[in-house]
């Protein structure tokens, strides 16, 4: 998912991240540990001026990730 600011949102590392680049220059600029892997891509919404970006995390035991199914909203800093 990508941003009217310039970001580019992505899940689906082995490390279970999702991050933000920066669309200009590729440079990491933000990430944050998810429950268990990111299953789904990003979306944006926001609520009263502020905006989040969700996204869905799932795992289970075939997968070596932890069980469970998860939905992780995180705040676009203003």
């Known amino acids: 998912m990508t941003t ?3 970001l ?3 899940a689906g590392s ?3 991240h999702l991050r933000a680049f920066d669309i200009d220059t590729g440079d990491e600029l933000w990430k944050a540990k998810l429950p268990t892997g990111g299953q ?3 979306m944006s919404y ?6 989040y970006v969700v996204i869905a ?3 289970h035991g075939s997968l ?3 069980q469970g ?6 705040a676009l800093p203003d």
Do not use: L
Request: no cysteine; hydrophobic share 35%; aromatic share 14%.
């Open 57 to 59: 995390a799932g795992g």
């Open 64 to 66: 070596g990730t932890p």
């Open 46 to 51: 926001e609520v009263d001026g502020k905006q």
């Open 40 to 42: 789904a891509t990003p």
């Open 8 to 10: 580019a949102f992505m």
């Open 4 to 6: 009217a600011g310039g």
């Open 69 to 74: 199914d998860y939905f992780a909203a995180f």
């Open 14 to 16: 082995k490390d279970g």
